[in-house]
C-alpha cells in the first residue's frame, strides 16, 4: 500500500514505535490546537498530484482537548506508544482505548500532510 511502511491499522505495534514529527504550522486558541497545512511543493507533472490532493484535503483542523494535548508532544522525540502513555498520565480514563484513538488520529493527520511519522531506529 504504498511506498511507506506505514500500518494500515491504528493499533498495529509497528505505529506504536514510530514517532509522529510536526510538519503543519499550528497556533494554540483558548487551549486548543489549530492546524495549518503546508502548499505542496511538487513540481512539473509529478507535483501535479500533490497539488491536485492538497485542493481536496482540509487546509485547517481544530483539534479537540486530547488532540490538542497529543499534538503538543508530537516534537519528533516521542513515539506514538509514548505520547499515549503521557497522555493516560495527564487525562486518565477520557483517551481510552488510547492506542485505537491515538493511532487512527497519527493516521488522519498524516494522511492529510500535518504530520510525518519517521520509525524508531
Known sequence: SGPSSIPETPESP??????????AEWREI??????????????????LGARMAYWFAPTRMRLDKIGSAAWKRFDGQATVGEVCALLREELGEMVEPAEQRLGHFVLVLRKDGFVALKEET
Open 14 to 23: 509497528n505505529l506504536l514505535h514510530m514517532t509522529p514529527v510536526r510538519v
Open 30 to 47: 483558548y487551549g486548543r490546537i489549530v492546524l495549518e497545512r503546508p502548499a505542496p511543493q511538487g513540481r512539473g507533472l509529478r507535483g
